[in-house]
């Protein structure tokens, strides 16, 4: 099977099928489910986008199935992102004592968080497969628990994309992965600053973060990693697969999540903290 899109710039592009990476039980009818409940096709999330991203697919339509089902991949877990990051600075109590600086952390990556998603979704001209999320009971109410989760995803984001930097069929697409990359890797970091900064009111402060790997670890020093770690994910199934307990309810339950309090994607027209950093082309 193949999927035909049309491209303003490059006619029709014939993008074939991507594989069949989600766990069966929750695929199809989660795929169906959850587009419906985003409520956005693919013309009204791409309005969303900046200028430049109407231009990211030029001279790039011959997408492969590796990597359409790595851009999939990518953009739930920006879209899982996203979510995080907005009901920290919306609802979890601990935000509003952090210093500024601190805020301003968790409210720049938030808006770079978006940025990703909706050039992602400007390639694959489809929403995410997932909008509806799971998170441990504890998860906006508890600092250590949020803090956790929070570089639990990170790790598995930064995994994923080193994933497509091996894997992606093209330079430019290699070259974007990383440039995103490197951003998740600084907001791990910037995450585990916030530790420290925790009041004690709200549990604080945090001196020691439990990551994907299970063990906890000091942030002191925050910027702990002298090489991004792969977690040996061997393909892109392997980062789904770290991901599922927040995609999937069944999955969310047997994982000791809270499965009766989904959190949904709220997608939205983000702003970039700095020119020079922004997205331009995928040459670079």
Same mark, same amino acid.
């Given at each position: 099977m193949h999927d035909h899109r049309d491209d303003p710039e490059l006619g029709t592009v014939t993008l074939p099928a991507a594989p069949d990476i989600w766990d069966p039980a929750t695929t199809r009818k +989660?795929? &169906?489910?959850?587009?419906a409940v985003a409520g956005l096709g693919a013309t009204s999330l791409g309005a969303l986008a900046p200028a430049?991203?109407?231009?990211?697919? =030029?001279? =790039?339509?011959? &997408?492969?199935r590796t990597d359409i089902a790595i851009l999939g991949a990518a953009q739930?877990? *920006?879209?899982?992102?996203?979510?995080?990051?907005?009901n920290i600075i919306n609802t979890a109590p601990f935000f509003k004592n952090l210093a500024s600086d601190d805020q301003g952390y968790l409210k720049a990556a938030l808006q770079e968080e978006m940025s990703h998603y909706l050039l992602e979704q400007g390639l694959t001209k489809k929403p995410a497969a997932f909008t509806t999320f799971y998170y441990p009971s504890k998860m906006f109410t508890d600092a250590q628990t949020t803090l956790n989760i929070l570089v639990t995803l990170e790790d598995a984001f930064i995994a994923a994309y080193l994933i497509g930097v091996r894997d992606f069929s093209s330079s430019a697409l290699r070259v974007t992965a990383a440039r995103i990359m490197g951003i998740e890797s600084d907001h791990r970091t910037l995450a585990r600053v916030v530790g420290p900064g925790v009041a +004690? /009111?709200?549990?604080?402060?945090? *001196? /020691?973060?439990?990551?994907? /790997?299970?063990?906890? *670890?000091s942030v002191d020093p925050p910027n702990n990693n002298g090489y991004e770690r792969t977690l040996k994910l061997k393909n892109i199934g392997g980062a789904v697969e770290a991901l599922k307990p927040f995609i999937s309810k069944p999955a969310a339950q047997s994982a000791g999540f809270d499965p009766t309090k989904p959190y949904k994607f709220a997608p939205f027209t983000p702003t970039l903290p700095g020119q020079l950093g922004e997205f331009h082309s995928l040459k670079g």
């Open positions: +989660g795929f &169906l489910k959850g587009a430049a991203l109407a231009r990211a697919t =030029h001279g =790039h339509g011959g &997408l492969t739930v877990a *920006e879209a899982l992102a996203v979510t995080t990051y907005m +004690g /009111q709200d549990g604080g402060p945090v *001196e /020691q973060i439990t990551g994907i /790997q299970k063990s906890a *670890e």
